[in-house]
């Protein structure tokens, strides 16, 4: 590799540095933390990559999930290490303490939370942006026009006008902070930057559905505006916000002096799914005076595909949009947006100078505007590359593609479990989740709930299979999400056959305990009273 010119033009001509550089030895021992044989490195290197290529290839043939032991938890807490060790020695720990134990989520039988399942490329990708170390906070370099091409594509693909901005976050739930801390810029201005909130912050009330995610009650406590301030409204029978009960609270803080300033859509409710209508939302902010800001986690990606997008109209007229590559665009985590339709508005927000980060014209400080400007980080990796590698290969027909076979395969889920006697289907299939319950008649409803938290828990310690729970007007629901490319139907008939198999033998086990304390109480009673 010796002379190996990496991109860009050979020189020509005369060096641009006369020096030559020292040939002596240094008088000390160097502290370079590069390796010592770098082909021995490289021959390490070459096994963790094809080990982790075969990690991916091999996934199915691994349980979805196992817990860790308590002996590894133990080894895993050991103090911090003051003396070197071998890389080898390190990647065998990582084998055996860190990479069997690990969350599921690429494994196609991981179906609770919402969780991308990644792709090889784009653990590629993640190589690659480790090696350049880039910080795109700012300054002229390569990442940074990365990451503002992905933003303009971003742009594109919702509809967002020229002067949106966007800048990539760890996550929804950063984003939707950045989306509220604009709105409250946009209601009092930048005074707040330097005096606070101050009274008319106090009179500021936002509001969301009561199916809308935690996030949203923890950036009103972050922003300084208090859980108190948001107004949680009631949703329909497919967990849709209500628009009328919106309209009439909003009149009504409005009368008694408040000042409504946001209001947060959901495209694609975490408990079951739900899209809220977009379109009535952005009508009713619009005659408001009122910031629209859509909460599209995952959903917001089923604008890719050609069936599902007209489910999200609307959302090209929100005021701003958070968003997750790493959920259903299956990018590697941490990756998320947020697209903000007034950029200039989103800069006085964030935007700040320092004598020492100072832009100029030309040079490696060039570059104006940073990507600190629109959020909080300063210091920020590449996220970008591995987004801008994954629109590349596969292109957004394909992932849309990707995106629509979750949305078939949920409804076919449901038509399994509706054909099932033992099953019963808690919610309306919408998007990619399906929420259904084991069911017997003789159970009453806390001991159905006891029956299938068990059922859920049983199933993930076996490894079939990893769905999750939630609540649904008091009853638990077993949660299937469907967000990885790699499941299938033998993967939810497995899962189908192991909750039917489980839920007899739980089934069981209560029904003999009922009738136990049947007895048990019979037998402490008076003859006079049986």
């Keep these: 590799m010796q002379g190996a010119t990496f991109g860009g033009p050979p020189p020509q001509g005369r060096r641009m540095f006369d020096h030559e550089p020292p040939s002596a030895k240094p008088a000390t021992e160097s502290t370079s933390l590069d390796p010592a044989d770098w082909d021995a490195f490289r021959a390490q290197s070459h096994r963790m990559l094809d080990d982790m290529i075969d990690f991916l290839a091999e996934v199915r043939s691994r349980p979805v999930w196992q817990p860790v032991p308590e002996t590894v938890k133990q080894r895993l807490a050991e103090p911090v290490p003051t003396a070197p060790s071998a890389l080898a020695d390190v990647y065998q720990q990582f084998r055996e303490l860190i990479l069997p134990y690990a969350t599921g989520n690429i494994h196609p039988g991981f179906l609770g939370w919402v969780h991308g399942s990644g792709t090889p490329t784009g653990m590629l990708a993640e190589m690659l942006a480790g090696a350049m170390n880039a910080n795109v906070g700012g300054r002229d370099h390569g990442a940074v026009y990365v990451e503002r091409q992905v933003i303009e ?14 800048v990539l976050m760890t996550g929804t739930s950063m984003a939707n902070l950045i989306g509220l801390l604009v709105a409250r810029t946009a209601r009092l201005g930048t005074g707040t930057r330097t005096d606070g909130v101050g009274e008319a912050g106090a009179r500021l009330v936002a509001y969301c559905s009561t199916a809308a995610h935690g996030c949203i009650a923890k950036a009103m406590e972050i922003g300084g505006l208090g859980t108190n301030a948001l107004r949680r409204i009631v949703v329909d029978d497919h967990h849709r916000i209500d628009v009328a009960a919106l309209a009439r609270a909003i009149a009504s803080d409005r009368q008694n002096g408040l000042t409504p300033f946001l209001v947060v859509g959901t495209a694609g409710t975490v408990d079951i799914g739900a899209i809220d209508d977009l379109g009535a939302l952005a009508d009713l902010c619009a005659s408001n005076d009122v910031w629209f800001h859509v909460d599209g986690a995952f959903g917001a990606m089923a604008r890719l595909s050609p069936a599902l997008a007209p489910r999200l109209a609307g959302i ?69 590359l591995k987004v801008w590698f994954t629109l590349k290969e596969f292109g957004t027909e394909r992932l849309g593609a990707a995106v629509q076979r979750n949305c078939e395969l949920a409804g076919w889920l449901a038509d399994r479990v509706a054909a099932t006697p033992e099953l019963e289907l808690l919610a309306p299939v919408q998007l990619n989740i399906v929420c259904f319950r084991y069911r017997h008649p003789r159970l009453a409803e806390a001991q159905l709930n006891s029956l299938n938290a068990d059922l859920v828990a049983d199933i993930q310690e076996s490894g079939v299979a990893a769905p999750s729970t939630t609540l649904l007007d008091g009853r638990l629901a077993i949660r299937v999400n469907i967000t990885n490319h790699r499941t299938d139907e033998a993967v939810l008939e497995a899962l189908l056959a192991a909750v039917v198999a489980r839920g007899q033998v739980l089934e069981a086990g209560y029904a003999k305990r009922l009738a136990s304390l049947f007895q048990t109480v019979t037998r402490r009673l008076p003859a006079a009273s049986l």
């Design 153 to 166: 594509w971003c742009r594109s693909l919702f509809g967002f006008p020229d002067c949106a901005s966007g």
């Design 316 to 384: 090209e007229r929100a005021d701003s949009l958070a968003f997750d590559f790493h959920k259903w665009l299956h990018v590697p985590y941490d990756a998320a947006c947020i697209l903000v339709r007034d950029g200039a508005l989103h800069a006085q927000t964030f935007a700040s100078s320092a004598p020492y980060l100072a832009r100029v014209p030309r040079g490696l400080a060039a570059g104006a505007p940073w990507f600190c400007d629109y959020g909080p980080d300063l210091s920020r990796g590449f996220r970008a």
